[in-house]
């Protein structure tokens, strides 16, 4: 009897935690000594939000084409599906990978490859006074220095996101978000006239 009560005893002592405890929101952004951003090493098992190939934001056009991941953090991403706002903390990572097409069986079409670059957008209004920054990692950095505000990334988010900082209009299943709370800028949607 007295092992059956300790029992009863420990699973509801484990539920009550369960219950008690607050939802942990991680990972959030981190940063060494200097203040740059720590590359999060577990990007890929975050929530993928879409993924472009040969995107371009110019008319001309460099040449190389490659693919670009979206990433964001689950719980960011699940505060995002309650409101249609980003909480602080959000952290987007963008890896860029080249492309290839004939390879293998494959015979049209494109595949992605090796990494080149990864880009970090992340808002922490406590360490940048504007909200939001960016961060540019070699393929191969553990870290990466916040660009300053005047930047083109900066510049392009600001002026073309259609949620605060971020190209929801480009992530289907946010999109539609966005729009049922009213946080979607439909003007950012518009293609511009280019000469």
Known sequence: MKRVLC??????????????????????????QKGQLIRPADYREWMFLSAGYGMNYSPGSDGHEMFTNVFVQRWAFNEFAKSGKWPEQSMFVIDERDAASRS????????????????????????????????????????????????????????????????????????????KFGTYNEAREQVPDVK
Request: aromatic content about 10%; proline content about 7%; hydrophobic content about 40%.
């Open 7 to 32: 029992s009863i005893l420990v699973v509801v002592t484990c539920l009550a935690l369960l219950v008690a405890a607050p939802e942990e929101k991680a990972p959030k952004p981190q940063y060494d």
């Open 104 to 179: 293998s069986i494959n015979l049209k079409g494109h595949y992605q490859t090796d990494l080149t670059g990864l880009v970090a957008e992340v808002k922490d209004s406590a360490r940048n006074p504007d909200k939001w920054a960016y961060y540019v990692f070699n393929p191969d950095g553990k870290t990466a220095e916040a660009m300053p505000k005047g930047n083109i990334c900066w510049s392009c988010h600001d002026a073309h996101a259609a949620v605060e900082h971020t190209f929801v209009q480009f992530y289907p299943t946010l999109k539609l978000v966005a729009k």
